[in-house]
């Protein structure tokens, strides 16, 4: 029997954009069984940094999951290591909706004593932080390490990884060498790209985020388990209709304008 997965995208994309987040599925082997479908969201902040970016992203993404499991979907996957939207959903449905944030630092703990996260952005630290606070792992986490360049949350790394991958590389072996990691996490799905010639350079285990959560996913549905309604109770009076219509109205909003570029913040 078919397993279908949705793979929550947190941007909107074009289909090319969309083609790089469909390369992670190159990366894992699942049952010939399970199929991936991603889903781009309607409307999102530009990119992850603020208090205010993570809510639109929450909405973003719970709105795009909301008719998941009515529309026969076996799981949800969410494409960001913020794991944004996963609690929301995981409220509303009563499939597994698995945030690789939470998943990469939980499965490193069982891969080792000690793990570092290597990130493209300092500004990027405050959602590591949020979950690492969430799961009481900051005692675990020897160090993040940043290259400091402004990633490129729709075209990602491509064009780019001969100049990235060896600044990723040596951000790495400091994690390792100086910081007493034993693990290494990439700190976005985005990153992707870069985990085959990390795993070449490095004697530690490095998690690439994304194919891991499409397993664990694939893993849940097989044992039939799913989230704590205990930990994540339904809403008494749900508003979907009103998150359907908030989205609706940002799209509409959002529609034609080009896109923003980031400036990296002057030291």
Known sequence: ???????????????KQLSNRKEQSKKVTLDKNTDLHYQPVKAAPRTFVSQEDYLIADIGILETGLDAQMKGYDAICIDTVSDSGMAALRSVLDIPVIGPGRVMFLTAMNLGEKFSIITMWQEWYGLYNKILTDLNLHEKCASIRSIDIVPDNRELL??????????LIDAAKKCIYDDGADVI???STTMHQAHGKLEEELEVPVINPGPLSYKISELLISLNLSHSRKAYPKPKIPKHDMVIKMLEAASAFEKGKPLESIEKEKK
């Open 185 to 187: 996490c990439l700190g």
């Open 158 to 167: 491509s064009g780019k990884q001969e100049n990235i991958v060896p600044l």
């Open 1 to 15: 029997m078919k397993k279908k997965i949705l793979v929550i995208v947190p941007f909107p994309m074009t289909d």
